[in-house]
T-cell receptor, first 114, second 116 residues
Framework: AQSVAQPEDQVNVAEGNPLTVKCTYS??????LFWYVQYPNRGLQFLLKYITGDNLVKGSYGFEAEFNKSQTSFHLKKPSALVSDSALYFCAVRHPSGTYKYIFGTGTRLKVLA | GAVVSQHPSRVICKSGTSVKIECRSLDFQATTMFWYRQFPKQSLMLMATSNEGSKATYEQGVEKDKFLINHASLTLSTLTVTSAHPEDSSFYICSASNRGLNTEAFFGQGTRLTVV
């Protein structure tokens, strides 16, 4: 079965430190990979995506993600965390020959401590 | 950028009544919209795919008679929770896509439904 895993329910990081939110996937072929962020009682906001090309993709708010095909991972990173980055982060996958449906990970709550 | 607007953001209703939630694509036409349900501290559960001009496609375990979806135009999909019960209380989110599979979907702001 196809799936997306976010192994950490919560990640705590001190403000100013680098952060990583992990995502691995089990999807056949070469899927499209996305990261979204959700603030309390809000919908999801798009951060970045990997379609093809350079393995390091840059997105909104200083976030970036590294695609690793051999490890089937797409970890979200930021060099210097801000308290305002505290939110719920979702990794999502679409299959190129599929539909518009996403397969979502379970979400990782990021807490940046001042 | 493209915007999806969802209304209302919060609603409280009595058990047994029906509630309608609207999802509008404001600056693009969306032939397909999705409805999700999110439980506290959990991921999004896809409820159904809303198809303009045709019947919605429901995910397994979702009662189509309880969660009525109508996609009458290219910019509006509605989700009606019929005969609401307290266990229907949840956060409901819609999303829309209008371009290729390699483009991101746009999500509404979500609706917090509380059934009392």
């Amino acid at each position: 079965a196809q799936s997306v895993a976010q192994p950490e329910d919560q990640v705590n990081v001190a403000e100013g430190n680098p952060l990583t939110v992990k995502c691995t996937y089990s999807v056949s072929g070469n899927p499209y990979l996305f990261w979204y962020v959700q603030y309390p009682n809000r919908g999801l906001q798009f951060l970045l995506k990997y379609i093809t090309g350079d393995n390091l993709v840059k997105g909104s708010y200083g976030f970036e993600a590294e695609f690793n095909k051999s490890q089937t991972s797409f970890h979200l990173k930021k060099p210097s965390a801000l308290v305002s980055d505290s939110a719920l982060y979702f990794c999502a996958v679409r299959h190129p020959s599929g539909t518009y449906k996403y397969i979502f990970g379970t979400g990782t709550r990021l807490k940046v401590l001042a | 950028g493209a915007v999806v607007s969802q209304h209302p953001s919060r609603v409280i209703c009595k058990s047994g009544t029906s509630v309608k939630i609207e999802c509008r694509s404001l600056d693009f036409q969306a032939t397909t919209m999705f409805w999700y349900r999110q439980f506290p501290k959990q991921s999004l559960m896809l409820m159904a795919t809303s198809n303009e001009g045709s019947k919605a496609t429901y995910e397994q375990g979702v009662e189509k008679d309880k969660f009525l979806i109508n996609h009458a135009s290219l910019t509006l999909s509605t989700l009606t929770v019929t005969s609401a019960h307290p266990e229907d209380s949840s956060f409901y989110i819609c999303s829309a896509s209008n371009r290729g599979l390699n483009t991101e979907a746009f999500f509404g702001q979500g609706t917090r439904l509380t059934v009392v």
